[in-house]
């Protein structure tokens, strides 16, 4: 994949070792890789630069992930319309629930997925 090709992520994450770990196998895959730990950071990089999928952690310092959600839903431009999958530990179905109804497009229980099927979920978004 050329430099002009590469599909750009947003991943929010504030778990260091999950976060090393996801970020050097999306890039190793081919994607360039932006990363912050928390939502504040995550919208202000969204109104900077054109961001291709969201990787959206719920529980974060600050704003949290469903606050997030919300965020770029309600905002008037639009600050983004790039499909947002949520990893979390939350596996509840009223949180998944909340966040597909907030506009999460799929919803990944970190314990239930490896880093490869997580890769592949991605791609079926950016083809």
């Known amino acids: 994949m050329d430099a002009e090709s590469k599909k ?8 260091e070792f999950l976060s090393e770990i996801l970020s050097r196998r999306l890039q190793e895959s081919g994607f360039e890789i932006r990363l912050v730990k928390t939502a504040t950071d995550g919208l202000a990089l969204l109104k900077q630069e054109k961001i291709d999928l969201i990787l959206l952690d719920l529980i974060l310092p600050g704003m949290n992930g469903f ?29 998944i629930n909340r966040a597909k109804q907030l ?23 950016l083809i």
């Open 67 to 95: 606050e997030f959600l919300k965020e770029i839903q309600n905002s008037a431009p639009k600050i983004t319309n790039s499909p947002v999958i949520v990893l979390s530990n939350l596996g509840q179905e009223e949180e």
């Open 103 to 125: 506009g999460a497009r799929d919803y990944l229980v970190k314990a239930h997925y490896t880093t490869k099927e997580i890769i592949e979920k991605i791609r079926e978004f």
């Open 8 to 15: 750009k992520i947003l991943l929010i994450e504030d778990d």
